[in-house]
């Protein structure tokens, strides 16, 4: 599986922006697939993910200002980051985690969002 994440960029406190991660491979084997950030100093921390099966589960960070959706027909998930904080700032990236296992061991590379006040 591999996973390739875009979106990133700078914007305004306030401002939207919307991640992708593209899929492919055997994407078949694809349990859910999350939005992981990290911000210097900081510990990596799961923001969304997405099941197969299209449940979500957020942090309580950026509930009611994220939302992640999914096109199957693309194998593409993506994370609608609205009203965007200071701290929302970090290296986005998306992960995938397979049947049968409990942990993301596939990684996409990182995009940054960077937030001004």
């Known amino acids: 599986v591999q996973l390739q994440a875009s979106g990133g960029g700078l914007v305004q406190a306030g401002d939207s922006l919307r991640l992708s991660c593209a899929a492919s491979?055997?994407?078949?084997?694809?349990?859910?697939i999350g939005w992981y950030r990290q911000a210097p100093g900081k510990q990596r921390e799961l923001v969304a993910a997405i099941s197969s099966g299209g449940s979500t589960n957020y942090a309580d960070s950026v509930k009611g200002r994220f939302t992640i959706s999914r096109d199957k027909g693309k194998n593409t998930v993506y994370l609608q980051m609205n009203s965007l904080r200071p701290e929302d700032a970090a290296v986005y990236s998306c992960?995938?985690?397979?049947?049968?296992?409990?942990?993301?061991?596939?990684w996409g590379q990182g995009t940054l969002v960077t937030v001004s006040s």
């Open positions: 992960a995938a985690r397979l049947l049968g296992t409990v942990k993301y061991d596939y």
């Open positions: 491979g055997r994407t078949f084997s694809i349990a859910a």
